[in-house]
Nanobody, 120 residues
Framework: QVQLVESGGGSVHPGGSLRLSCAAS????????MAWFRQVPGKERERVAA???????SYADSVKGRFTISRDFAGNGLYLQMNSLRPEDSATYLC??????????????WGKGTLVTISS
């Protein structure tokens, strides 16, 4: 059974950092494209970062230079290091997988998300 479980969300001040984790089970992350999305109520879901063996890490312009996506093959986990956080980064962050390792456009499995709140 495929499962994606996020953790690491919380509330921090602007300029702070958080590290999100996604524990994957039921499949091997190295064979998939893995991505982080974020969702704010009333707004379109945004892909924040993605990574696969085919195209390496890619980032939304809004987070380039501040966020880093990484994989742990031994633990079958996905991570998102978020630095220099801004209030506009506040969202529910979701982990997702896609068998499309070239474009990572169609996600087949999703986690339930972890909430990140940035406020002073």
């Amino acid at each position: 059974q495929v499962q994606l479980v996020e953790s690491g969300g919380g509330s921090v001040h602007p300029g702070g950092s958080l590290r999100l984790s996604c524990a994957a089970s039921g499949f091997v992350i190295g064979s998939y494209c893995m991505a982080w999305f974020r969702q704010v109520p009333g707004k379109e879901r945004e892909r924040v970062a993605a990574i696969s063996d085919s195209f390496g890490p890619s980032y939304a312009d809004s987070v380039k230079g501040r966020f880093t996506i990484s994989r742990d093959f031994a633990g079958n986990g996905l991570y998102l290091q978020m630095n220099s956080l801004r209030p506009e980064d506040s969202a529910t962050y979701l982990c997702a997988s896609s068998p499309d390792i070239w474009q990572c456009r169609t996600m087949d499995y999703w986690g339930k998300g972890t909430l990140v709140t940035i406020s002073s």
